[in-house]
Every structure is written in C-alpha cells, then in structure tokens.
C-alpha cells in the first residue's frame, strides 16, 4: 500500500515517473490508478455521504489552536488536554465539565479519595470520614456526604481543617458538601446553617424536659438528665437522649464525665445545673456551678462552648452527698427524705430570722410544715418572707399561720409555701411570750422555665 499508515503520506509506485519519448509500462500505470482510486475511496467524503471506518486521528492541539475546530471559528473546539484528558475550548478558552457522579453507600469508616471526586457517599452508621491531604485531592475537588444512620465525624487529614476547625461532626439526617482549594477544605456552610437556624428565629425562653433526678447507680453522685431541649433568647440546645453528669469532678465532655465548673464538691452547697451547646457540632452537656448567674460561672474548662441557661438546681448535705429529690412539673421539688430544719427553736415577739434546706443565692418558694408549742395560751407563730419586713404576729396586727395554743404547753400546727431570700432565710415571730418552733422543709419551687 503506497499510503503510510503512520504518518498518513503517500508514495506513489515505482516506474510511474516518466521521461519524454518513453514507452509507458501499462503495469506500474495500472498499479497507480488503482492505488489512486483505493485512497480516493479510503478518504472522508466532504459532503459527508459516507462514515468513517476507523477511529478518526487528529492533531492534539492547544487551547487556542483545537485539534478539531469550526471553519469560521478554529478557536472553538476540542483539544488534548495534559494526561490523555479531552478539552473543550470556546474562543480559545477553557470550559470545564465536571465528571459523572458516582453513588455509593458506606457502613463504617472511610477515607475520601482523589479519585471520589464528585461522588455521593450516604453514610447508614455512624462513621468517621478521613480527607486525603488538600494537596492530594487538588484544586476543585468536590463531595457529597450524607449521614443517614448515625452522625459522621468528618476529619481532614494531620493538621489540616475544614471549615477552620480540626474536625466537623454531620450529624445524622443531615448532609453536606466539601470542596477543597487544593490548599484546604471548605463546606457549603448548609448543614451548619440548618443546624443553627433554630438560634437565628429563636424567640422565647423555656425548658422542656432535661428533668433531673438521681441516678440509680450512684445517687450521691450522679444526676441524670431526661432527653429534652432549652433556650434563652437566640441560643438553643437539645438532648435526644438521657444525659448524666457527676458532682466529684471538675467539668470534662460527655455523659458520665464530671460537671464542676471548677473546684471540688462542697459540704451543704448548692449547684445550679446550666444547659451547655457545644460550638462546633451544637451537641449538648451540662456544668454544675455554685453561681446562680451565667455571668458568675468560671468559663476556664468551657472553651468552645455557650451556655444556654440554668435548667435546675441540686443541694448537697453534710457529706456533700447530693439530697435524694423528685422533680414534679413546674420545676417543683420534693425531698425524699424531709429536712429537719428548727428542733425545738426558740421562737420569741422579736422577729427573727431563719435559714432553711433550699437552694442559695436565689429565692425560691419553700415547702414548709410546722409544729409550735408555748405555755402561754392563745399564742400564736407567724413564718413569713423577709421581703415583708419585720412583721408583728398575732390577732389584730399580721396574723398567724402556726395555729393557736388553746391549753398550755399544747402543740399547733400548720404549713405554707413560704419565699425566702438570696440567704435561704424566712422571718418567725411569736405573737405573745416565747416558745419552741419545729419545722420541716420538704422542698421548695425552683422555676427554670418548665411549663409542665
């Protein structure tokens, strides 16, 4: 075949060159015209009546010089890329197509590749997603993660981030887009501005649920924490799960772990519990603190997270165990064992004040009952807030609320919700003489925002 069919260039045969007055050899002429009518039917017709019947070859090109391109516009066409890849060019410059994407599922851990750019990996467990280095993935490279099973810790590779922090949790029933710059990893920000869109309209203040209660185990100890969900103005948190935290160690991550906020567990103290929301993954924890106040809780061990708002309040007794306690709807608590606060108290006409079994630095409504003896009849006992004054008890002036001794050195009785102060004082005063009071706490009304 006078045609190379590697470079394409065609020699005709030997003895068709003739000279002037030369007897022309019909067999190389024969073999000529043959050869000529086999290229001419080899060649792509430019009316395009007939198909190729080998893979059409042409030149690779450049960006601005396409390999195949338009008679009114060579710039526009395709050209050979670096690394075998085909490039579309439109007036000379580069258009960019993105590759197929590819769907697969994953059970367990995983690391993301190159080569899984584009792709759509639905995570049905909960799971951690390693990144290949930035520079590994390179510029461009984009992937889809859906966490649909459990939520999907997302951890770039050494100290490499994403989004500026070292790792992103996805949490379950969410998804979320990665891109990387081929220097570092970024997100759609999506599933960050889902989460937190309840904070954007948040309006109101309230608890609901997160009751507390003494864990089962270790009562003296540990409180446990019903599944449930706070906010206070713009910042929201929820639990989908029962929590516990101990008061014998300062505040660590985590269910179980301690929730001091600094110090060691006091002798008949108070600790206010506070609703915490991790920053990075809005995940939920407590911390207990003496505080009755946000604002006078130390923040040193709660780096990275914001406080929610107080959710409830444990007392702890002379052995700094906590006090076995029920928490009924409306933030109302009832020891399981009654504090004996005044054993035969002497009780006289000057007001006095007495500190009672309830929360410090707050003032709470107390649950009280009382027993009053005198030896002087008709004398009656009046317990009462100190925000009141110093009242005067009896008949004709403030009253009572210990009934009245009828025979001397008889009993009264009676009970009240009484408030107290910031000090966990209320006031007693004796209508007439002096006698002895008892009296007994069974708990007090704490208001965190529960409304049942």
Known sequence: MPRNPSTGVYSKPAGTTP??????????????????????????????????????????????????????????????????LLGFTQNGADVGFDKASVYAAKSG???????????????????????????????????????????????PTG????????????????????ICSGAALFTDKLSARIQSKADSSAVGDFVVGLILSNNGNSPNTHIDFTSGSARSGSSFVSSAASFTKRVTGTFTAGTGAGGLDAGAVAANATYFAYALRKDADLSFDVVFSTSSTIGGITTTLLTGYTIVRCIGVVLT???????????????????????????????????????????????????????FTSSATTNAALLSDPAQGALVAGLGNDGANVGSIQVASGYAVGSQEIYTNTSRQIRMVLGGSTGSIWIWTDGFHFPCGRGS
């Open 317 to 371: 007794d002379g052995s700094s165990n906590i006090r076995p306690f029920v928490l009924y709807p409306r933030d109302e608590y009832t020891f399981v064992t009654p504090a004996k606060d005044a054993v035969s108290a002497a009780i006289s006409t000057t007001s006095t004040l007495l500190a009672l079994t309830v929360p410090n630095g707050v003032k709470v409504k107390a649950k009280l009952r009382f027993e």
């Open 19 to 84: 000279s002037v007055g030369q007897v022309i050899d019909p067999a190389p002429w024969n073999a000529l015209t043959t050869d000529l009518g086999n290229e001419i039917t080899n060649s792509l017709p430019r009316d395009g009546s007939a198909p190729m019947t080998a893979p059409l070859k042409v030149a690779s090109g450049t960006v601005s010089a396409p390999g195949i391109g338009f008679a009114t516009n060579p710039q526009t066409g395709l050209y050979l890329k670096g690394g075998g």
């Open 109 to 155: 851990d995983y690391t993301a590749l190159a080569s899984d750019e584009n792709a759509v990996h639905r995570f049905t467990a909960a799971a951690t997603l390693t990144l290949s280095a930035a520079a590994t993935l390179g510029a461009n490279w984009h992937y889809c993660v859906i966490a649909d099973g459990g939520d999907v810790t997302i951890d």
């Open 159 to 178: 100290s490499e981030t994403i989004d500026g922090a070292a790792t992103l949790v996805l949490k379950n029933g969410y998804s979320v887009n990665i």
